[in-house]
């Protein structure tokens, strides 16, 4: 009985001291865990840096000019370590899925949509040594790396690109990067793998000034379609990439916590 009224006791004085109290702020864990060093645990403005990179994921964070400085460190580790390519595959993994269940139409008007920058090619390079959301973005110094043509591919998505091609799906590249940047860009792809597409769509920067990349995307995707392409998915790591019109039956959104383009 003393034992049971002991139990009692502190079961009561945890639940108490764990308790949920949002009210006054005092305790954020649903379950009375204390966070790992390095697993998002620094705050920025009340919240984590893991869960400020869910609010940028999910477009619940938007027109974010850097990373904040607190999280920095963060970014760096979890692009650099096993989970950006661990989400990534499990973007990778959905689409395959999705591209192999359709029955399509074998008249070679299905094509897959891919964005180029951090989607197949990606510029950690540069980041890692530009530093992770330190210093503004800067476009000459950007675009120097760009024509350099270095860029390797994100593993996973060339692994998407290879299954989709065997699948009799055609591919379209659609990118931001312009006009001028169109050799080195489709060098940097062959040399990287990506070695067969049907069309690599580049911005004309006088007709799309001052454009959104929802805008000009959207219009160069209504293009494809009324070419006769079937635009059967679409994968980039800006929402800006998936959003907007002819947007394709079904978008997949890669990770991407370093920058954002509307
Ligand atoms: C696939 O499509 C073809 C032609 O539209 C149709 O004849 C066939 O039954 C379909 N197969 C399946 C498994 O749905
Ligand atoms: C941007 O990069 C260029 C080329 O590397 C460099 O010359 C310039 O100083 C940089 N600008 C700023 C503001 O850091
Ligand atoms: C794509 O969407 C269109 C329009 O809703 C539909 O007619 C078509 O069957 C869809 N294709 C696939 C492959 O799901
Ligand atoms: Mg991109």
């Known amino acids: 009985m003393k034992i049971i009224l002991l139990l009692f006791i502190l079961a009561t004085s945890i639940a108490t001291s764990h308790g949920l109290d949002l009210d006054h702020g ?3 864990n649903i379950l009375p865990l204390r966070l790992k060093s390095g697993s998002g645990g620094h705050y920025i403005k009340g919240i984590t840096c893991s869960s400020w990179r869910l609010g940028v994921e999910a477009h619940n964070i938007i027109d974010w000019k850097t990373i904040p400085q607190e999280c920095e460190d963060y970014v ?3 692009i650099l370590g096993e989970q950006y390519r661990a989400d990534s595959k499990a973007v990778i993994s959905e689409a395959y899925l999705y591209a192999k269940s359709l029955n399509l139409t074998k008249d070679g008007k299905n094509i897959w949509v891919f964005d180029i920058d951090e989607t197949s090619l990606s510029n950690l390079q540069y980041y890692a040594n530009h530093g992770f959301g330190v210093e503004p973005f800067n476009a000459t110094a950007f675009n120097e790396w760009v024509e350099l043509g270095e860029a390797p591919a994100l593993p996973e998505s060339k692994k998407l690109y290879k299954k989709l091609l065997s699948l009799g799906i055609k591919i379209a590249f659609l990118t931001g990067r312009s006009e001028s940047q169109r050799d080195i860009t489709a060098k940097n792809l062959k040399d990287a793998g990506y070695y067969k597409y049907e069309k690599l769509v580049v911005k004309d920067t006088v007709k799309y000034k001052g454009k959104t990349a929802v805008t000009y995307k959207s219009a160069e995707r209504e293009k494809l379609e ?4 079937r635009i059967i998915g ?3 790591d800006q929402w800006s990439d998936i959003l ?6 079904r978008t997949f959104k890669l990770p991407d916590p370093l920058y954002y383009i509307a």
């Open 244 to 249: 907007g019109t002819n947007t394709g039956n």
């Open 226 to 229: 009324q070419e006769g392409y």
């Open 26 to 28: 005092i305790d954020y």
């Open 234 to 236: 679409n994968i980039g």
């Open 76 to 78: 760096g580790n979890y």
